[in-house]
């Protein structure tokens, strides 16, 4: 399998993305081990989130005339809020089928943007993904991460990584659907390929590790958490082989390890982050993904106030 775009197509997305998604810092942790540690805060994009790359890349490469059927994408919340806010910029509606399981915080921003939601079980949810469409909806469907466009767009957060860092030796990104992890890995192949690559999963869903370990895409139990912005009860066939060509391995993380990860980036950089987000930290200060220059990337900071404050004041 080949690389799923090229680099002329990750500049062109960042011409797409221009204005709307936001350069964002990239800053030094303050943390004991490791020492270069680095933070990607993709949290202060405008949705909270890095996914208004992707869905901004996607509606800058669609015709006016299937926007104005609209819009829908499944998401358990920040793609909804990337499509939802992309949408109502360009004047188009969106539809979001979310599961039953999503935080009530990232569906109310969802609705807060004009965007629709259904919510449905979490298998009813998931088939969503496989169909690319649902019931009664005739709108432009847009993949959370199973589309090269929506992958390009995520990767222009590794040319920024590569201008602010040229000499990173290793990035540890959070693994849902791949499109994140898979959209920064092929261009750091394409710029940088010594760079170690690791995506980061909950121990409640890690279906990539899972797969890593059978050589093939293999299925595992998921236990909903506050972890919600990453973990599933799969991996797609076709992510996984870009994940095999892609990337150095995953590293699993426990709830507990995950919350102390929050807890450490709010008292030393002063940064609220997300379930998702603290796999990333977590499991770069475990020393699985070395002790150079490392970036862990910050996908989102979208976390129900109350629950963060309860998360950090028991880690």
């Known amino acids: 399998m080949g690389l799923p775009f090229t680099l002329a197509e990750v500049e062109e997305a960042r011409r797409n993305i221009q204005g ?24 202060l ?6 996914k208004i790359r992707g869905a901004m890349n996607v509606m800058a490469l669609t015709s006016r005339e299937q926007l104005a059927r609209g819009v829908l994408t499944a998401s358990a919340g920040n793609m909804a ?23 009530a915080t990232k569906i109310q921003a969802v609705q807060r943007m004009g965007g629709r939601v259904i919510q449905v079980p979490f298998a009813e949810w998931w088939r969503t993904f496989e169909t690319r469409s649902y019931p009664g909806v005739d709108a432009t469907f847009i993949h959370a991460f199973d589309d090269p466009h929506v992958m390009a767009g995520n990767g222009t957060i590794a040319l920024e990584l590569l201008e602010d860092l040229p000499d990173l030796e290793a990035v540890v990104i959070p693994w849902g659907g791949g499109g994140l992890s898979c959209g920064i890995a ?130």
């Open 186 to 315: 092929a261009v750091l192949r394409m710029r940088a390929p010594h760079v170690k690559i690791f995506a980061a999963e909950v121990e409640t869903a890690a279906p990539l590790a899972a797969s890593f370990a059978a050589g093939a895409p293999t299925p595992v139990e998921y236990q909903p958490s506050f972890v919600d912005g990453i973990g599933s009860k799969a991996v797609f066939p076709g992510m996984f082989a870009l994940a095999q060509k892609l990337l150095d391995g995953s590293l699993v993380v426990t709830l507990k390890e995950a919350a102390s990860a929050m807890k450490l980036v709010a008292e030393r950089n002063r940064v609220i982050i997300e379930g998702a987000s603290a796999c990333a930290v977590a499991a770069a200060v475990s020393g699985r993904a070395g002790s150079g220059k490392i970036v862990a990337i910050i996908s989102g900071g979208n976390i129900d106030l109350d629950k963060f404050a309860h998360l950090v004041a028991q880690a």
């Open 81 to 103: 809020q990337g499509v939802a806010f992309c949408a109502k910029r360009i004047g188009v509606p969106a539809t979001i089928v979310a599961p039953d399981t999503a935080p």
């Open 20 to 43: 709307v998604a936001f350069r964002t810092p990239l800053v030094r942790s303050n943390t004991d081990a490791p020492e270069n540690l680095y933070l990607k805060l993709e949290n």
């Open 45 to 50: 994009q405008p949705i909270g989130s890095f």
